[in-house]
Nanobody, 115 residues
């Protein structure tokens, strides 16, 4: 049974920072491909950032220069450092990891940015 658990969400003022973590547990080997998604109120789920097996990154335009995705392969953990947060970043943030060919999702962590 594979389980992904996000943490680090909360209430933050505009301009502030939060660091999200996503830890994978269960019968797994190393995870190389991690993705962070978010779903704001009334919005569709959108890809925020990801890091893939060859170390390449992707960031959606609205977070470039503010968010940084990273991973600790030994700990099966991914991080999303979020700086200069804006009210429009308010959302539930979810992580996704490919283990083999199967995508696993966490339950999400709420980030609320006040203006």
């Amino acid at each position: 049974q594979v389980r992904l658990v996000e943490s680090g969400g909360g209430l933050v003022e505009a301009g502030g920072s939060r660091r999200l973590s996503c830890v994978a547990s269960g019968n797994i080997d190393s995870i190389y491909d991690w993705s962070w998604y978010r779903q704001g109120p009334g919005n569709q789920r959108e890809l925020v950032a990801e890091i893939v097996s060859d170390g390449n990154y992707y960031y959606r335009d609205s977070v470039k220069g503010r968010f940084t995705v990273s991973r600790d392969i030994a700990k099966n953990t991914a991080y999303l450092q979020m700086n200069s947060l804006k009210p429009e970043d308010t959302a539930v943030y979810l992580c996704k990891a490919f283990i083999g060919i199967i995508a696993h999702w966490g339950q999400g962590t709420q980030v609320t940015v006040s203006s």
